[in-house]
Every structure is written in C-alpha cells, then in structure tokens.
C-alpha cells in the first residue's frame, strides 16, 4: 500500500468520497482478503472463472460510481 494507497487516496478524492483514506482502505482489504481466500483457504481449488469475473465486477461497480451515484 506504501506505491499504491497515495495514488488510490488520490482516485478516491477526485471520484468527490467524503473519506477517501477509508475507501483505499476498504479497497486495500477486499484484495487482501481475496488474495487470502485464494491463497489459504482453496489452495487446491480452482475458483471457476465466472466467480473471479463476478468478483472483479462487484469491485469495479463499487469503486468506478461517484458517491452520489452509489
């Protein structure tokens, strides 16, 4: 997050969110937790990748709307 969390701060801001330090954190922690799940939890599963694609949907849908929009 040290390369990425100023430019995401950043993003946040120019998109208008109120906090925009804790949509980079949100954001930072739903692709920790993936990256967990993927990596601890289905080490041996392969996650269909119509899962993958809804999952890059959902993040894309909720980081890409102006707060207004939500």
């Not at 993927?38 to 980081?63: A, C, N, S, T």
Request: aromatic share 16%; proline share 7%; no cysteine.
């Amino acid at each position: 997050m040290d390369r990425f969390g100023p430019k995401l701060i950043d993003y946040f801001e120019m998109m208008g969110y109120e906090d925009p330090y804790l949509e980079m954190l949100t954001f930072g922690a739903l692709i920790e937790g993936y990256g967990i799940v993927l990596v601890y939890y289905l080490p041996q599963e392969e996650i269909p990748e119509r899962v993958i694609k809804k999952f890059e949907d959902r993040m894309v849908q909720m980081f890409t709307k102006k707060p207004n929009q939500q």
